[in-house]
């Protein structure tokens, strides 16, 4: 099976398109073309699948989650396990690929902007593994939060900017890297790590990702004896659940969720649920919805989970939502944590608090689906870097502990 | 169609007709260090020597722009400055006998309403707008807005552009095309780009009747290079920079220290 989105930019239905300063349009056509020329190239169609089963570790597991299935009214569970992929979730699939189109174009240095640290653990990597230089632009608010991944990047030989403008988060540190981008374009490759940005990049993260879903289809197929009744993945930017849904567009049966961060609450203000509370505008190089002010001032985001605390969204997921085909949903900090509890407990697997988003949406899915529903989630990401959140919201350190 | 206040062409060729070198664009955040702050500002730009106001609306994420303007738009907006500011502004300059055009990323011209935006901007005397994240190509509503209202549309040219992109961006613009100097972000440079003289004649190869060069200039003797090869010398940061240190005096001797390398 392959990616039956037929969607290849610029333009998703009214979303999509290139709002960027005319100085990064000839580096976005040749990355465009350079993509375009490689997807019909074995030499590099064979180096990223063998870079996917023996460095990734690809095709990642599919397990059914029995126990936790109980929670979901009894619906079957199935994960598709892309926290076990090598950095520890799906970033990978879309960082090295980019890193070896980089190589093609001539570049020598990757700049990459990250919430969560992920995209940026996995930049770091392609970059140490192909001898690039890296440069990472992080928001100061998540180098606090996701201090683990700050020291990952830099022991992978990657330079970390904390970023202190703005709302020191995903967003500002993605303005700082189109900057720095600007400026240094001659030898400098931007890796967006999701499905935003200007045309190209929601067209080609989404071909760099749709590896999930080829193999979850197939995966479950064989476990489940035919298509799922729902697939549900969790939605910052949204190359996770792109990467999945791309594969299932075309199945009419299949109802596809996507979860994105509810915060305290849509209601509250404090939130980073786009089509809950944000309207169509231009945001980061593309029209899509955007949380925003009545005059088109960006809000803050917040989230529990830096990977979805983002005010945009990929605009293919836009037009997702506004043809209908994806129903997308807000899950609550409290609920995402309590799902993060949840998996580890009865699975043992602890998950990172974006993917514990898609948990407590399935749990959802299930109980309105009932016993007879099969469900594919998307575990995008392992949990490890998020200990120093869960600790405190659990307040699992003991008393006058301290880490040496 | 009768205009309540003047386009950039007029003003350039009017500037050339005068026999200076060079027209004086200077641009500043509405809102900063208030409105009306920045309101006195501006005016006091146009008495000092300024030909045309770059009306800038300060932006959450103004990806185009160096730390000097981030900071002035972060003030601005904390502020409470709101996007009908510019307007105001734009009245301002105008009465005082200055051009202005507004200066603004995307997103709160489409919010505003682009229609509505082109429509409120030629009432208030206003000539056009500079769009630096926003290329021709994406431009259909307000291609059609800025003919409706005969506004100028002023879209950027950068020194990566090749050909082709320099005849789409002159075949879209009107009043003048922007040359960005340098592949960066608005500041204060030791050096304007060599690029910039490259560009310039580029773009007028291309068709291109007026260009303007920005990004990095500082001073009179960098206004007096840059005025030897194209019809305008846009100043920013610099600008942003004398007014926050030194005030409106200090803002206003520098505009005329720049009028006099651009005479």
Same mark, same amino acid.
């Given at each position: 099976?392959?990616?039956?989105?037929?969607?290849?930019?610029?333009?998703?239905?009214?979303?999509? &398109?290139?709002?960027?300063?005319?100085?990064?349009?000839?580096?976005?056509?040749?990355?465009?073309?350079?993509?375009?020329?490689?997807?019909?190239?074995?030499?590099?169609?064979?180096?990223?699948?063998?870079?996917?089963?023996?460095?990734?570790?690809?095709?990642?597991?599919?397990?059914?989650?029995?126990?936790?299935?109980?929670?979901?009214?009894?619906?079957?569970?199935?994960?598709?396990?892309?926290?076990?992929?090598?950095?520890?979730?799906?970033?990978?699939?879309? #960082?090295?690929?980019?890193?070896?189109? #980089?190589?093609?174009?001539?570049?020598?240095?990757?700049?990459?902007?990250?919430?969560?640290?992920?995209?940026?653990?996995?930049?770091?990597?392609?970059?140490?593994?192909?001898?690039?230089?890296?440069?990472?632009?992080?928001?100061?608010?998540?180098?606090?939060?996701?201090?683990?991944?700050?020291?990952?990047?830099?022991?992978?030989?990657?330079?970390? $900017?904390?970023?202190?403008?703005?709302?020191?988060?995903?967003?500002?540190?993605?303005?700082?890297?189109?900057?720095?981008?600007?400026?240094?374009?001659?030898?400098?490759?931007?890796?967006?790590?999701?499905?935003?940005?200007?045309?190209?990049?929601?067209?080609?993260?989404?071909?760099?990702? $749709?590896?999930?879903?080829?193999?979850?289809?197939?995966?479950?197929?064989?476990?489940?004896?035919?298509?799922?009744?729902?697939?549900?993945?969790?939605?910052?930017?949204?190359? $996770?659940?792109?990467?999945?849904?791309?594969?299932?567009?075309?199945?009419?049966?299949?109802?596809?969720?996507?979860?994105?961060?509810?915060?305290?609450?849509?209601?509250?203000?404090?939130?980073?649920?786009?089509?809950?509370? &944000?309207?169509?505008?231009?945001?980061?190089?593309?029209?899509?919805?955007?949380?925003?002010?009545?005059?088109?001032?960006?809000?803050?985001?917040?989230?529990?989970?830096?990977?979805?605390?983002?005010?945009? !969204?990929?605009?293919?997921?836009?037009?997702?939502?506004?043809?209908?085909?994806?129903?997308?949903?807000?899950?609550?900090?409290?609920?995402?944590?309590?799902?993060?509890?949840?998996?580890?407990?009865?699975?043992?697997?602890?998950?990172?608090?974006?993917?514990?988003?898609?948990?407590?949406?399935?749990?959802?899915? &299930?109980?309105?689906? &009932?016993?007879?529903?099969?469900?594919?989630?998307?575990?995008?990401?392992?949990?490890?870097?998020?200990?120093?959140?869960?600790?405190?919201?659990?307040?699992?350190?003991?008393?006058?502990? !301290?880490?040496? | 169609?009768?205009?309540?206040?003047? *386009?950039?062409?007029?003003?350039?060729? @009017?500037?050339?007709?005068?026999? *200076?070198?060079?027209?004086?664009?200077?641009?500043?955040?509405?809102?900063?260090?208030?409105?009306?702050?920045?309101?006195?500002?501006?005016?006091?730009?146009?008495?000092?020597?300024?030909?045309?106001?770059?009306?800038?609306?300060?932006?959450?994420?103004?990806?185009?722009?160096?730390?000097?303007?981030?900071?002035?738009?972060?003030?601005?907006?904390? @502020?409470?400055?709101?996007?009908?500011?510019?307007?105001?502004?734009?009245?301002?300059?105008?009465?005082? =006998?200055?051009?202005?055009?507004?200066?603004?990323?995307?997103?709160?011209?489409?919010? +505003?309403?682009?229609?509505?935006?082109?429509?409120?901007?030629?009432?208030?005397?206003?000539?056009?707008?500079?769009?630096?994240?926003?290329?021709?190509?994406?431009?259909?509503?307000?291609?059609?807005?800025?003919?409706?209202?005969?506004?100028?549309?002023?879209?950027?040219?950068?020194?990566?552009?090749?050909?082709?992109?320099?005849?789409?961006?002159?075949?879209?613009?009107?009043?003048?095309?922007?040359?960005? @100097?340098?592949?960066?972000?608005?500041?204060?440079?030791?050096?304007?780009?060599?690029?910039?003289?490259? %560009?310039?004649?580029?773009?007028?190869?291309? =068709?291109?009747?007026?260009?303007?060069?920005? %990004?990095?200039?500082?001073?009179?003797?960098?206004?007096?290079?840059?005025?030897? +090869?194209?019809?305008?010398?846009?100043?920013?940061?610099? %600008?942003?920079?004398?007014?926050?240190?030194?005030?409106?005096?200090?803002?206003?001797?520098?505009?005329?220290?720049?009028?006099?390398?651009?005479?």
């Amino acid at each position: 099976m392959t990616d039956v989105s037929e969607e290849t930019g610029p333009y998703f239905g009214a979303f999509g &398109g290139r709002f960027i300063p005319e100085a990064l349009i000839p580096a976005l056509d040749e990355i465009e073309e350079t993509w375009r020329k490689s997807q019909v190239d074995r030499a590099f169609t064979d180096e990223l699948l063998d870079l996917q089963r023996n460095y990734i570790g690809r095709p990642s597991l599919l397990t059914e989650a029995t126990r936790f299935a109980q929670h979901c009214g009894g619906a079957r569970v199935f994960l598709k396990r892309e926290d076990l992929n090598h950095t520890g979730s799906h970033k990978i699939n879309n #960082a090295l690929a980019q890193a070896l189109l #980089a190589k093609r174009m001539g570049k020598t240095r990757l700049i990459a902007e990250t919430g969560a640290g992920q995209h940026g653990v996995a930049t770091a990597t392609a970059a140490a593994l192909l001898d690039m230089e890296c440069e990472v632009y992080m928001g100061e608010e998540d180098t606090q939060r996701q201090a683990l991944n700050v020291a990952r990047m830099r022991l992978l030989g990657a330079t970390v $900017n904390a970023v202190t403008n703005g709302t020191r988060t995903l967003k500002d540190a993605m303005n700082e890297a189109m900057r720095d981008w600007v400026a240094n374009v001659d030898v400098t490759h931007y890796v967006i790590g999701t499905v935003a940005g200007p045309h190209p990049f929601p067209a080609m993260v989404r071909s760099f990702q $749709n590896v999930i879903g080829i193999e979850a289809r197939d995966q479950i197929v064989d476990a489940a004896g035919r298509l799922p009744d729902a697939v549900c993945a969790c939605v910052g930017g949204g190359s $996770n659940a792109m990467g999945l849904f791309a594969a299932f567009l075309g199945d009419a049966d299949v109802k596809i969720y996507g979860f994105e961060a509810g915060g305290e609450g849509v209601d509250t203000g404090h939130h980073a649920a786009r089509f809950s509370g &944000g309207r169509p505008g231009v945001l980061h190089g593309s029209a899509t919805y955007i949380l925003q002010d009545s005059d088109g001032q960006t809000q803050a985001s917040h989230s529990v989970s830096a990977g979805l605390d983002y005010p945009s !969204v990929g605009p293919e997921h836009s037009h997702l939502h506004d043809t209908g085909r994806v129903t997308y949903e807000p899950v609550v900090d409290d609920e995402a944590m309590e799902a993060m509890r949840l998996l580890s407990r009865t699975e043992g697997i602890i998950p990172a608090i974006e993917s514990a988003h898609a948990l407590a949406g399935a749990m959802r899915v &299930g109980e309105e689906l &009932g016993p007879e529903a099969v469900l594919l989630v998307n575990l995008s990401g392992r949990g490890d870097k998020d200990m120093t959140t869960a600790a405190k919201w659990f307040d699992y350190i003991d008393e006058g502990a !301290v880490q040496v | 169609m009768t205009h309540s206040g003047p *386009r950039t062409g007029t003003t350039l060729a @009017s500037v050339e007709e005068s026999g *200076r070198k060079a027209a004086l664009i200077a641009y500043l955040p509405v809102g900063f260090p208030s409105v009306e702050g920045s309101i006195d500002s501006m005016v006091e730009l146009v008495r000092n020597g300024v030909d045309i106001v770059e009306v800038g609306m300060p932006y959450s994420d103004p990806g185009m722009d160096g730390p000097v303007i981030q900071r002035a738009a972060e003030t601005a907006l904390e @502020s409470g400055v709101r996007t009908k500011d510019v307007f105001t502004a734009v009245e301002a300059i105008a009465e005082a =006998g200055g051009t202005a055009v507004v200066m603004s990323y995307w997103n709160l011209v489409l919010q +505003y309403g682009v229609r509505d935006f082109a429509r409120d901007l030629d009432a208030a005397g206003g000539g056009g707008i500079i769009t630096p994240d926003l290329i021709p190509d994406e431009a259909g509503d307000w291609l059609a807005a800025s003919g409706e209202f005969d506004l100028d549309r002023i879209f950027l040219a950068a020194p990566s552009s090749t050909p082709e992109r320099l005849s789409r961006i002159v075949a879209g613009s009107r009043g003048f095309v922007y040359a960005a @100097s340098t592949m960066g972000v608005t500041g204060v440079r030791s050096e304007v780009d060599n690029h910039a003289r490259d %560009l310039v004649a580029r773009l007028k190869e291309a =068709g291109a009747e007026r260009v303007c060069v920005g %990004l990095g200039v500082s001073n009179r003797d960098q206004a007096a290079e840059v005025a030897e +090869y194209a019809d305008g010398v846009i100043v920013g940061s610099a %600008l942003v920079r004398a007014l926050d240190s030194e005030g409106v005096p200090g803002l206003g001797r520098l505009a005329a220290e720049l009028a006099e390398g651009c005479a």
